[in-house]
């Protein structure tokens, strides 16, 4: 797995010069392909795993910083212009003078940057906004550790790791909501668009990726505009990703998102060799291989075929965790990892491509934000009532309700509250006193909403943002050896910052969700696959696979730590833990999906030899307070 670790430290501060040697000494004499990557006063930079992927190490002129992941070059005249990045020496100082920000503005990908101005002798760490490459911080001894994965913050033994209650509280009740804070309070994360200054001893973060600010400027109204531009830079970024490796395998569901990448890996100029991989149920709605086969043959691409079986779903694999800075959703790893990296070794693949993202980024939830939102833009316009219809078809909800609610929220609208709008309702596994613990904790408010108005921003426009504000997983969860970079091109940022600017009931036209992207790829996909509204389901595989592990799922969850603490209500969750059928399919999802997975990071820290001392009372820090030197 391609990784880097950056230390960054005081010169003038011996104690964090000491540290930083022996860090370094540390790192270097681990068998573990470590390599010096660039080095300048106060700063020292390492990489490993090279040519296990596209992504790579770009030094920037006179070691001035590097660029460490995959970065591409906007607006190229071709995809093979999109990889030939050059930061040659006014390159180098272009970034410099504009404080790192033009790596934003001229360039986009799969990126952490470390850039050194050696003028002030500040250090700024900068992700990029897709936030694809990990990055997270930590100190020891005056010395500022930045890295993508903690296993090799771990392994150099100078580090002590507390769990955060606080944040445990709020991830069981918002699961997935990305925030600066994570499970380890000694543990920050770097946010996508985020840039992070190091001077002297001091920190300094600030967002210089503003998605509301994007999606207000230069809005595309004319939806055969909108069209046009989404199917040709949807083209040009998985073009651009499809250059980057000669095999791939594309998880192919039939949906429409993972159809249309299909589309474009398709037609892409390096033409790469591409296999399908798609996974069916045998519960009702759980067989999509109709769609599959449909768009494999349409794009005359193979397609592989995988049942998914309750064998395969052995639970007890989940001990075995690599260690993280919070948990994550392990269950499709647990099924699949074995089986893709044995089709990725088989097949030299490098890269494992899908659909995901497409949702969030082509608007396919909340349509009826969308009659706000027009009001904002155009008060009571003459294609209101239009945008209305379609809202009341793509949310299956009744016209005049929608109209009604949206008039009273643009003639009263008030402080929205993005951890409001992201719960669930009806949480009864959950204690209510989590989920409102939760709302009332500042640090887990995404940084991009925090400690700023949403009473004026169109409610349809905060929602988009949001469902774009969550950074994907990029290493595997267990240790099974080489496995493909996950890559999912649809959250590509010039793809991201485009739809942003497309307004959402220009999104929903014609009242179908993600119609915009529908038209746009009209063209290339088979028709039953344009107009396909339902989504596949696994809530009985799923159930299936709750009853094959009831024991193992009882034990964990039910005498686990979560119900110790309060987080979970250890009545209600025995309900559902039984052989016994019912309607409630989501439960049984939450709990394997998430519940599960929290109980098994938490187990994987408490229980591994290096024991952390859990501090269920601690009260959280403010999200700058998480460096400690």
Not at 16 to 35: C, D, F, K, P
Not at 60 to 79: K, S, T
Not at 332 to 345: D, T
Not at 442 to 464: D, E, I, Q, S, Y
Request: hydrophobic share 40%.
């Amino acid at each position: 797995m391609y990784r880097y670790f950056v230390l960054n430290w005081n010169p003038t501060d011996p104690r964090a010069v000491a540290a930083a040697r022996s860090l370094s000494e540390r790192l270097l004499a681990r068998q573990s392909g470590w390599v010096r990557a660039f080095e300048a006063v106060g700063l020292a930079a390492f990489h490993a795993g090279l040519g296990l992927g596209a992504s790579e190490t770009r030094v920037l002129d006179q070691d001035a910083g590097a660029v460490f992941g995959r970065i591409f070059n906007r607006d190229p005249p071709d995809p093979a212009a999109a990889l030939r990045v050059n930061f040659d020496g006014d390159e180098s100082l272009k970034i410099i003078q504009t404080g790192g920000r033009r790596l934003f503005e001229r360039y986009w990908g799969r990126y952490v940057a470390v850039v050194q101005d050696a003028a002030t002798g500040e250090t700024w760490v900068l992700r990029d906004p897709s936030g694809h490459m990990p990055c997270f911080i930590a100190a020891h001894h005056g010395v500022n550790l930045v890295f993508s994965d903690l296993e090799d913050c771990i392994a150099l033994g100078a580090l002590q790791f507390t769990v955060s209650w606080d944040y445990l509280r709020a991830f069981i009740a918002y699961s997935g909501y990305q925030a600066r804070q994570t499970a380890l309070e000694e543990v920050s994360e770097v946010q996508l668009g985020e840039r992070v200054r190091f001077s002297g001893n001091t920190l300094h973060r600030s967002l210089e990726w503003d998605p509301l600010a994007i999606a207000q400027t230069d809005p595309i109204q004319d939806p055969d505009v909108a069209v046009r531009e989404l199917r040709r830079v949807t083209r040009e970024c998985i073009h651009a990703w499809a250059a980057c490796y000669p095999n791939i395998v594309h998880s192919l569901s039939g949906g429409l998102d993972s159809s249309i990448v299909l589309s474009c890996l398709k037609s892409a100029p390096s033409q790469p060799n591409v296999t399908c991989l798609h996974y069916f149920g045998t519960g009702p709605d759980e067989d999509e291989r109709k769609y599959a086969r449909l768009m494999a043959s349409h794009a005359g691409a193979e397609l592989l075929e995988h049942r998914l079986t309750v064998a395969e779903a052995k639970l007890d694999q989940i001990l075995n965790l690599r260690r993280s800075p919070r948990p994550w959703f392990y269950m499709y790893e647990v099924e699949h990892s074995r089986f893709e990296g044995e089709l990725a070794a088989e097949r030299n693949v490098k890269g494992m491509f899908s659909g995901s993202g497409g949702d969030g980024v082509f608007f396919q939830t909340h349509a009826e934000l969308a009659v706000t939102d027009y009001l904002f833009d155009h008060g009571l316009g003459s294609d209101l009532l239009r945008v209305a219809v379609d809202a009341a078809r793509v949310s299956r909800k009744s016209i005049w309700p929608l109209l009604v609610n949206a008039v009273r929220a643009r003639v009263t609208p008030t402080q929205l509250h993005p951890l409001k709008m992201a719960g669930r309702p009806n949480r009864t596994i959950v204690s209510q006193d989590v989920v409102n613990a939760g709302k009332r904790n500042p640090g887990m408010v995404h940084p991009w909403f925090a400690n700023r108005p949403t009473r004026g921003v169109p409610p349809g426009v905060l929602w988009h943002s949001m469902t774009v504000g969550a950074a994907p997983a990029f290493y595997p969860s267990f240790e099974a050896g080489p496995y493909p970079e996950r890559t999912m091109p649809l959250l590509s940022q010039p793809l991201v910052e485009l739809c942003l600017r497309i307004p959402t009931y220009v999104l929903i036209r014609n009242g179908m969700d993600r119609a915009t992207a529908r038209r746009a790829f009209a063209p290339d996909l088979p028709p039953e696959i344009i107009k396909r509204r339902n989504k596949g389901r696994i809530d009985s595989h799923i159930r299936d696979v709750l009853d094959a592990n009831l024991n193992f799922v009882r034990d964990m969850l039910l005498d686990g730590r979560l119900v110790k603490e309060g987080l979970l209500n250890r009545r209600s969750l025995e309900l559902y833990l039984t052989r016994e059928r019912s309607p409630a399919d989501f439960e049984y999802s939450e709990i394997l999906q998430e519940q599960l997975c929290v109980e098994a990071w938490l187990s994987r820290w408490l229980d591994s030899r290096e024991r952390v001392a859990a501090a269920p009372t601690y009260a959280g820090t403010a999200p700058h307070q998480v460096l400690r030197t």
